[in-house]
């Protein structure tokens, strides 16, 4: 069982940017395949960007590529999105997820809202 816990949302005008934190509980974080969702009203949730269980490989969706970054600390079971440029087409609730293979999660965070004004 892995608990995940979001933080760094907020309000942050366009071309600004915001730092997002996940959290994970247990002792075994290194074995898990972590992805950031976003979610925007009216909308499916969507992939933003995912890494592999060392880090040393990342996957992100063509709107966000060369403005966010997906970085993991195993030694803090933490994961991180680093969002620049950020755009009011961005605007959504943002989620962790981990699972034990690229596609397949089975943990989710209760998200947390990014919300970028024009």
């Known amino acids: 069982q892995v608990q995940l816990v979001e933080s760094g949302g907020g309000l942050v005008q366009a071309g600004g940017s915001l730092r997002l934190s996940c959290a994970a509980s247990?002792?075994?974080?290194?074995?898990?395949?972590m992805g950031w969702f976003r979610q925007a009203p009216g909308k499916k949730r969507e992939f933003v960007s995912a890494?592999?269980?060392?880090?040393?490989?990342?996957y992100s969706t063509d709107s966000v590529k060369g403005r966010f970054t997906i970085s993991r600390d195993n030694a803090k079971n933490t994961v991180y999105l680093q969002m620049n440029s950020l755009k009011p087409e961005d605007t959504a609730v943002y989620y962790c997820?981990?699972?034990?293979?690229?596609?397949?999660?089975?943990?989710w965070g209760q998200g947390t809202q990014v919300t970028v004004s024009s």
């Open positions: 997820a981990a699972g034990q293979a690229r596609g397949v999660y089975d943990y």
């Open positions: 247990g002792r075994t974080f290194s074995r898990y395949y």
């Open positions: 890494i592999t269980y060392s880090g040393v490989s990342t």
